[in-house]
């Protein structure tokens, strides 16, 4: 089976918890054992999957969309 262009790979659904976590960049990749680099990279993929322009944007969709749940994003 194929697939869909709009399908998160678990990595960038790992990235993306930790982005809606309010983790920076670096910080995520430390978590993640891998470089600031790949952390955009993911990033990057995730915002054309989502239609998105931005991180938080990113977190929304991902929550909104169930790929996340609510309670891995942090809130004031």
Known sequence: MKKKK???TNREIDVLRETARGKSNEAIGETLCIT???VKAHLTHTY???GVKNRTE???K???KGIIPHQDSEQP
């Open 6 to 8: 709009s399908d998160l």
């Open 36 to 38: 600031k680099s790949t």
């Open 62 to 64: 991902a929550r909104d």
């Open 48 to 50: 054309k999957k989502l």
């Open 58 to 60: 990113a977190a929304m």
